[in-house]
């Protein structure tokens, strides 16, 4: 057996574990401080919104060796000044998106970039997205979010409990945060294949913190009954025995995404693939740091504040104290049983050799023969 699979059967088992509930605090400081790094760089720099939330106009351009920086000067000069984004497509041509640009500016970019091309206009594709449209789909994007939000709080609720259902939902708040606030940071454009990618991760985050909060519903059956473990206890035991399984997960789910990430969108300069890509290798890696370290311990947290729960942490803490009391006692008392045996050179008391002294027994006639008498026969 691997040392991971060993590893994995011991922290199921319990002979093993690390105390993520009890640095619970340590875990939300970290969390924090990611939160408001985000929320600062959305603030501050935003989100580049695409076309198709915005409205603007798409330019596709034939095979063409004209470069990327190139073609971004001549729209951005044509279009007044509007920022152009401009991306390599694979059969050689180009795709360049002007936002916020209406019909009588996109005709005159259209023009330029045919002419700096040497092809007619009409071989230069353009698709006009009007900014109605655009803020259309951004509130189906957000209604559809809510939905989302709405129905995995009930179904946790119903499934578990509420303070579960509590813990599942910030924690997906924790990764849709971080995951928009690092397209804030880098810049790369929210286009509908990042509503997916969205989607896809708060679908994966719910899966493992669903895995984790079921070992942890089974774990805490009858738990009042017994006085050896607390709740916070109990459950750091269930997280330890799914840890390895939720580290697995997101390997696994890991690798072809940042394939599609560095290697698609970087190394083969496929920019498109970066829309869904990056949302998905973020919102993955958040998924599984909530699930671990942030939704756990909040149901500890939650759930350590009901009275039963604190009747039982009192129990067991009383359980120990006395325990240990006791063990205590038993160590003083023992060395106290044992009488040590005194030295023979520290004793009145004669030596074995001197206590065996005293008047010799005559030696008896009957020592020799089968009973006969000694001396001569007569």
Do not use: C
Request: net charge positive.
């Amino acid at each position: 057996m691997s040392r991971l699979g060993t590893l994995g059967a011991r922290l199921y088992r319990g002979e093993v574990g690390y105390d993520f509930v009890g640095k619970r605090k340590i875990w939300y400081g970290i969390s924090i401080l990611i939160t408001i790094t985000a929320i600062v760089g959305l603030a501050v720099r935003g989100l580049n919104m695409g076309i198709e939330f915005s409205g603007g106009a798409v330019f596709t351009t034939p095979k063409t060796s004209m470069s990327a920086s190139h073609a971004r000067e001549v729209a951005e000069s044509a279009s007044g000044g509007h920022t152009a984004v401009v991306q390599e497509l694979g059969r050689g041509g180009l795709r360049i998106q002007i936002s916020e640009l209406g019909t009588k500016e996109a005709l005159p970019v259209q023009e330029k970039l045919a002419q700096e091309l040497h092809v007619k206009t009409d071989k230069i594709d353009t698709q006009l997205v009007g900014p109605s449209w655009g803020e259309e789909i951004a509130n189906k994007a957000w209604q559809g979010l809510a939905i989302f939000m709405v129905l995995v709080v009930i179904y946790l609720a119903i499934a578990f409990e509420w303070r579960m259902a509590l813990a599942a939902l910030i924690a997906l708040i924790h990764d849709l945060t971080i995951t928009v606030g690092v397209y804030a940071l880098v810049g790369f454009e929210v286009t509908p294949g990042t509503v997916i990618g969205l989607l896809t991760i708060l679908g994966y985050s719910l899966y493992d913190t669903v895995v984790v909060f079921d070992g942890l519903k089974e774990a805490s059956k009858d738990l009042t009954k017994q006085t050896r473990f607390t709740y916070s206890e109990i459950a750091n035991r269930s997280l330890n025995s799914t840890l390895v399984r939720s580290i697995n997960t997101t390997v696994v789910a890991l690798l072809p995404v940042g394939a599609l990430l560095f290697i698609g969108g970087g190394a083969l300069g496929a920019g498109m693939l970066n829309d869904i890509s990056l949302a998905l290798f973020v919102g993955l890696a958040a998924g599984a740091y909530s699930s671990i370290f942030i939704a756990t311990p909040l149901v500890a947290d939650l759930k350590e504040r009901d009275p039963q729960m604190k009747a039982l942490a009192k129990r067991v803490r009383a359980k120990r104290a006395s325990a240990a009391a006791k063990a205590d006692s038993e160590g003083e008392q023992k060395p106290q049983d044992v009488t040590p045996q005194p030295r023979a050179e520290d004793s009145d008391a004669p030596t074995p050799a001197a206590a065996g002294a005293g008047p010799r027994r005559q030696p008896t006639s009957r020592g020799r023969g089968r009973g006969r008498p000694s001396g001569k026969r007569r």
